[in-house]
């Protein structure tokens, strides 16, 4: 497979080529998304004008939501290419591109560089980690961490490499900097399950993981305790219990889920990918089975019959024994975040690497004959894959409104429609193109080409949509174009007596694209008490609210500009005093 460039370098080539097609075109584009990106582009700017990297602050009050590492690596890249969207998402697209790396390398470890290559573009290329690389938030950068921690850890476990242990503790440190304990809670529930479940609990007694702690110490605790001393406690109380402990033990702000949650979301967020899934887990899953003596889950067969044991190759030990790491990973990860109140699909990102590198197996296992399959089972996995494309078209159509009456008909507003994305419906004939090359390949025996085609469309598809289908949304999202609309009216917006304010509307990008303060309002007299201020004002308020109020301004005012938000699915204004 790729025979020109099969070694490390072509295969880095490749990754890189493909990670960087989907992630970087086009990256600073659309406007800040709320409520996440907002809060998080701001943040990093607040502390680079302070000058202050210890403690966090959005709309110039403290921020105890996340560590500071992304704000850190935000304001580094403020400081290159300025204060714009690109920069701050410039460290997760970047996270992304090292961590479709590092799962290269892991799967080269752990099976054989096809399979590590095949995994690294299966990652690349799913809906969930492409988003994650588009947006400013910790996720990209926690996954890469939490990542390069699970390297190293294979490297302790089963290579028996000592300097990892180190390694091991400084990602695992970086982690807990990137998001919280999660990043060091999971990688050692997950290494005490894999210790356990291979028989190795043994290592876990090594004296070694004494320096790692001592390391990991080294990483984290500057900055707690920094951060802890300087907000006189008020960091590490509100962050631990109310964003850690809290978020476990209760759903807040309505992200609730049944048990089920993470079954769907994984489905989703790993498409196209997903429509194989099922067969990369059964390989995994039969070949454990086979490894430890037991009788297979399912038969090997090829056209009806049983295929003969020598068409399967027996798996070594390290192949058991990444398999058997690959699903502590991926079950640990599951169960935490499935008995968790507090649900997100994002939640579960870290577990995106270990999945795509059971399929990157199996499909290299499948390319190269060791896993003989019926010609009906590939057939519906292609079939999946098209229905996938079909699926895309129908809900954009709906979405944009030419299938009204299905968006009706499945419950949802109607008033939260998004005229204009419509046409973004043929990106749909990528998946079914693909999966008619795929089908054609098959029916000639050609299994590189199946793969090939499966991996050129998945990439295709989101280097389109990530590249350009962000930007339909445009013309939906208020903060930019209202902030934009005050600034092309008045001059004195950059000036630094002028105050903004919001009153029943707010949305944390406001503040990025103000560059200043944005108080929220709550009452209608201490709105009308803002606009009759002898000083310069602005007031961002939905279109409803404003007509109600605006016989009541005593002073001149005016509107500025009005923009659909895409969030509350109505119309909101800017006003000044002016």
Known sequence: MFQRLNHRLGHYLLLLTAGAALYLPNLGAPSLWDIDEGNNADCAREMMDAGNWIVPTFNYELRVDKPALLYWLQIAAYRLFGVNEFSARLPSALSALLAVLCTYELGRRMFRPAAGLLAGLVLASTVMFSAAAHFANPDALLNLCTLLSFLFLWDVLVRGQKRAYALAAIS?????????????????????????????????????????????????????GWVTAETRGRFAK??????????????????????????????????????????????????EKRAGGVSPLLPTVYQGAIAPRSLVQQPTADARLAHCFLWCWIAVYFVFFTIARTKLPNYILPIYPAVALLTGHFLDRWRRGEVVLPAWVLSIGILCFALMGVGMTAVLLAAGGVLASAWRASGLNPEAQWPGVEGWGALGLV???????????????????????????SVLFLGVLATWGATALEAHKAPKALVQAA??????????????????????????????????LKKEQETLEFLSTPLPVYLIVPAAQWQALESKVPGPHRVLGQRRDLYQSCDVVVVTNR
């Open 172 to 224: 695992a440190g970086l982690a807990v900097l990137a998001k919280g304990p999660v990043g060091i809670v999971l990688p050692f529930a997950v290494t005490g399950l894999f210790s356990l479940w291979a028989r190795r609990l043994r290592q876990l007694l090594d004296w070694r993981w004494l320096t790692a702690a001592l390391v990991f110490g080294l990483v984290i605790a500057p900055w707690y």
């Open 431 to 457: 998946p079914l193109a693909g999966a008619a090359m795929a089908w054609w390949c098959l029916r000639r025996g050609r299994r590189t080409g199946v793969v090939v085609s499966f991996t050129a469309a």
């Open 238 to 287: 509100d962050f631990f219990l109310h964003h850690n402990v809290n978020r476990y033990l209760s759903p807040m702000e309505g992200h609730a889920g049944r048990f089920y949650y993470y079954f769907v979301v994984l489905m989703v967020g790993f498409a196209p990918w997903s429509s194989i899934l099922g067969l990369a887990f059964w390989n995994s899953l039969r070949r």
């Open 487 to 520: 600034a092309q009216s008045e001059a004195d917006l950059d000036t630094q007596e002028v105050r903004v304010a919001s009153y029943q509307y707010f949305q944390p990008s406001l503040v990025f694209y103000c560059r200043r303060e944005v108080r929220q």
